[in-house]
């Protein structure tokens, strides 16, 4: 069974850093592009960030462009968010996504992507 595991959530104030992990088990994806999606109360699933295969092309949602930073061990099928400079719009629940074949490009939609975390919250307070 394929599974996406984050961890690393928590409560920071407005400032701090966290660093987001995503371990996949069942299967590996060091060929896949992997993402970060985030989901506040009563808003739409939202792109944070994407890595493909090996880590050579990455995008940012604007709003996170200078204080995330996606990076991915293909050894450890673990994919990572490092956040700093945290706001309290940083807010959410944060979720892992992997594409199930095996490609060197990347998306930003929610939909291109097979597989998904159970999320794990981030709360920055102000």
């Known amino acids: 069974q394929v599974q996406l595991v984050e961890s690393g959530g928590g409560l920071v104030q407005t400032g701090g850093s966290l660093r987001l992990s995503c371990a996949a088990t069942g299967r590996t994806f060091s060929s896949n592009t992997m993402g970060w999606f985030r989901q506040a109360p009563g808003k739409e699933r939202e792109f944070v960030a994407v890595s493909n295969w090996n880590g050579g092309s990455t995008s940012y949602a604007d709003s996170v462009k200078g204080r995330f930073t996606i990076s991915r061990d293909n050894a450890k099928n673990t994919v990572y968010l490092q956040m700093n400079s945290l706001k309290p719009a940083d807010t959410a629940v944060y979720y892992c996504?992997?594409?199930?074949?095996?490609?060197?490009?990347?998306?930003?939609?929610?939909?291109?992507?097979?597989?998904w975390g159970q999320g794990t919250q981030v709360t920055v307070s102000s």
């Open positions: 996504a992997a594409r199930s074949i095996g490609s060197r490009v990347i998306s930003t939609t929610t939909r291109w992507y097979d597989y």
